[in-house]
């Protein structure tokens, strides 16, 4: 079974920072690239970030290079997404996938996201 548990969004003031986690079942982790997407409202899920299994490679969306950064504990099962100088226009639901092709292909599981609320 594949499950995906997003949590730690938060409201936020411009320029602050959050850390974001995702839980995940074996099944969805183990030997799978992993992203991070988001969708606001009225739009589909945009790409953000993704890491490779092995933790050694990450891509970011333009929007994001330089202020979040990805990454994994393959113990643990659980994907961070560290967000720094958050923007207002960064606010959306935040949702974990793994992935089917490098670096945007989403497998097509969504967990129930986390909302980012980011203000000016």
């Known amino acids: 079974q594949v499950q995906l548990v997003e949590s730690g969004g938060g409201l936020v003031q411009a320029g602050g920072s959050l850390r974001l986690s995702c839980a995940a079942s074996?099944?969805?982790?183990?030997?799978?690239?992993m992203g991070w997407f988001r969708q606001a409202r009225g739009t589909e899920h945009d790409f953000v970030a993704a890491v490779t299994w092995s933790g050694t490679s990450t891509y970011y969306a333009d929007s994001v290079k330089g202020r979040f950064t990805i990454s994994r504990d393959n113990a643990k099962n659980t994907l961070y997404l560290q967000m720094n100088s958050l923007k207002p226009e960064d606010t959306a639901v935040y949702y974990c996938?793994?992935?089917?092709?490098?670096?945007?292909?989403?497998?097509?599981?969504w967990g129930q996201g986390t909302q980012v609320t980011v203000s000016s």
């Open positions: 996938a793994p992935l089917r092709s490098w670096p945007q292909g989403p497998l097509g599981y």
């Open positions: 074996e099944r969805a982790f183990t030997r799978y690239a």
